[in-house]
T-cell receptor, first 118, second 111 residues
Framework: AQKVTQAQTEISVVEKEDVTLDCVYETRDTTYYLFWYKQPPSGELVFLIRRNSFDEQNEISGRYSWNFQKSTSSFNFTITASQVVDSAVYFCALSARPSGAGSYQLTFGKGTKLSVIP | DAGITQSPRYKITETGRQVTLMCHQTWSHSYMFWYRQDLGHGLRLIYYSAAADITDKGEVPDGYVVSRSKTENFPLTLESATRSQTSVYFC??????????FGQGTRLTVV
């Protein structure tokens, strides 16, 4: 089986603070993909990043950065200098084969609701 | 227009009725997925499909049926709707080496 755990249900920060959203995953598959999605109050799901299991390089995109560590099965997301527009629910997701073979499932964590207070 | 579309966007149905939610994508993505989103549960996978005529159960398949006779379509049917199936339903598609693209969602209310 595969699982994604986002232990932080809700986080509140004051604007301009940095915030890190945690994501821990479990899979038996050796080839898998990790994703982060943002769901603003309007409800749509917005893709942020995709990582495959062979690429452990950290990535930075503007104020966003991601830290992928296979050794701890984590794929954490940091927002630097948060803004009110960052307020949303953020989902981490894992695409892997439940038994290491067959079709790739896409499993989401329960999400972290981020509120950025002006 | 290229993309993934769900229909209807909103649906109210009565308990016991059959209802079908439609999902259509124009990219010829192999993978398609159905999720339901409920407060406190995030996105839970109902069914997914790796290709036409290949479907697999996800985390919460009971009470749902899917089919995939064509690559671009992946309808989800509630055979006999129950109030517990009131939710927002999202369809997604994904290519082999792409992110998943989501439809706008269908808000289903079972009364």
């Amino acid at each position: 089986a595969q699982k994604v755990t986002q232990a932080q249900t809700e986080i509140s920060v004051v604007e301009k603070e940095d915030v890190t959203l945690d994501c821990v995953y479990e899979t038996r598959d050796t080839t898998y993909y990790l994703f982060w999605y943002k769901q603003p109050p309007s409800g749509e799901l917005v893709f942020l990043i995709r990582r495959n299991s062979f690429d452990e390089q950290n990535e930075i995109s503007g104020r966003y950065s991601w830290n992928f560590q296979k050794s701890t099965s984590s794929f954490n997301f940091t927002i630097t200098a948060s803004q009110v527009v960052d307020s949303a629910v953020y989902f981490c997701a894992l695409s892997a084969r439940p038994s290491g073979a067959g079709s790739y499932q896409l499993t989401f964590g329960k999400g972290t609701k981020l509120s950025v207070i002006p | 227009d290229a993309g993934i579309t769900q229909s209807p966007r909103y649906k109210i149905t009565e308990t016991g009725r059959q209802v079908t939610l439609m999902c259509h994508q124009t990219w010829s993505h192999s993978y398609m997925f159905w999720y339901r989103q409920d407060l406190g549960h995030g996105l839970r996978l109902i069914y997914y499909s790796a290709a036409a005529d290949i479907t697999d159960k996800g985390e919460v398949p009971d009470g749902y049926v899917v089919s995939r006779s064509k690559t671009e379509n992946f309808p989800l049917t509630l055979e006999s709707a129950t109030r517990s199936q009131t939710s927002v339903y999202f369809c997604a598609s994904r290519g082999w080496d792409t992110e998943a693209f989501f439809g706008q969602g269908t808000r289903l209310t079972v009364v």
